[in-house]
C-alpha cells in the first residue's frame, strides 16, 4: 500500500538534545512537507521541499533543519536552538503542481516532548 | 502565518443533525481545502473546491466559497458518531504548492 510513514510515533527528547524525526513515503510525490501544530492550534509550516537536494523554509524554520537527499525520504532534525519543540509534528507530500488537484496526504504524526 | 480562521472554535451536535462551520481567509486563493484530523492523528483530505467554483458536492459533504467575501463553509449533513474529529481549512495561494491551515474547528456528534 502506498503511504507516508512517520517514525517514531512518539519521542522524548533532554535539554539541549538535537533529534531526528523520521518521514519515509512510497507515492512516488515530488513535494514534501513539515508541519508543526502545538494543542488547540492549526498547522505552522517548517520547512517544505519540492524537489530532490533542494528545500525551502517556511513560517517558523528557527530551530529546525532538514534534508533532502533521496527523493522518499524528508527528515527533520530538531536541534537545541529549539526553544519550545514540544509539539506534534506532521509531515506531508503531494504529486508536484498537483497539490491544487489533490492536496496533501499526510502521515500519522510523531509527538515529541520535553523532559 | 495562519491564513484561515475557522468558526465556530468548538462544535457540539446530535447524532443525525447537520454540522456547518465556515472558515475565512485573508489573500486571493488558487483553491480552498478541507482537511479531517482524528485526535492524534494525521489529517486526511476531504474536498477541494476552487477559486472559480461556488460549490462542490462529496458525499455527505458540501461545500461553498464566496471569494467576495474570502469565506467558505463546509456542512455535513446526517451526521454520525465517526464524523467526531477536527476540521480544518486550507489555502492553495497562486504560483506555490503551499498550504496555509485555518485553526480548526472541533466537532463532536453526541449519540
Known amino acids: 500500500d502506498g503511504g507516508i510513514t512517520q517514525s517514531p510515533k512518539y519521542l522524548f527528547r533532554k535539554e539541549g538534545q538535537n533529534v531526528t524525526l523520521s518521514c519515509e513515503q512510497n507515492?512516488?510525490?515530488?513535494?514534501m512537507y513539515w508541519y508543526r501544530q502545538d494543542p488547540g492550534q492549526g498547522l505552522r509550516l517548517i520547512y517544505y521541499?519540492?524537489?530532490?537536494?533542494?528545500?525551502q523554509k517556511g513560517d517558523i524554520a528557527e530551530g529546525y533543519s532538514v534534508s533532502r537527499e533521496k527523493k522518499e525520504s524528508f527528515p527533520l532534525t530538531v536541534t537545541s536552538a529549539q526553544k519550545n519543540p514540544t509539539a506534534f509534528y506532521l509531515c506531508a507530500s503531494s504529486m508536484r503542481d498537483r497539490a491544487s488537484v489533490y492536496g496533501y496526504t499526510f502521515g500519522s504524526g510523531t509527538r515529541l516532548t520535553v523532559v | 502565518s495562519q491564513q484561515g480562521e475557522e468558526d465556530p472554535q468548538a462544535l457540539s451536535i446530535q447524532e443525525g443533525e447537520n454540522a456547518t462551520m465556515n472558515c475565512s481567509y485573508k489573500t486571493s486563493i488558487n483553491n480552498l481545502q478541507w482537511y479531517r484530523q482524528n485526535s492524534g492523528r494525521g489529517l486526511v483530505h476531504l474536498i477541494l473546491?476552487?477559486?472559480?467554483?461556488r460549490e462542490k458536492h462529496s458525499g455527505r459533504l458540501r461545500v461553498t466559497l464566496d471569494t467576495s467575501k474570502k469565506s467558505s463553509s463546509l456542512l455535513i449533513t446526517a451526521s454520525r458518531a465517526a464524523d467526531t474529529a477536527s476540521y480544518f481549512c486550507a489555502t492553495l495561494n497562486f504560483g506555490n504548492e503551499k498550504l496555509t491551515f485555518g485553526t480548526g474547528t472541533r466537532l463532536t456528534i453526541i449519540p
Open positions: 507515492l512516488n510525490h515530488d513535494a
Open positions: 521541499s519540492q524537489i530532490v537536494n533542494d528545500f
Open positions: 473546491i476552487r477559486s472559480n467554483e
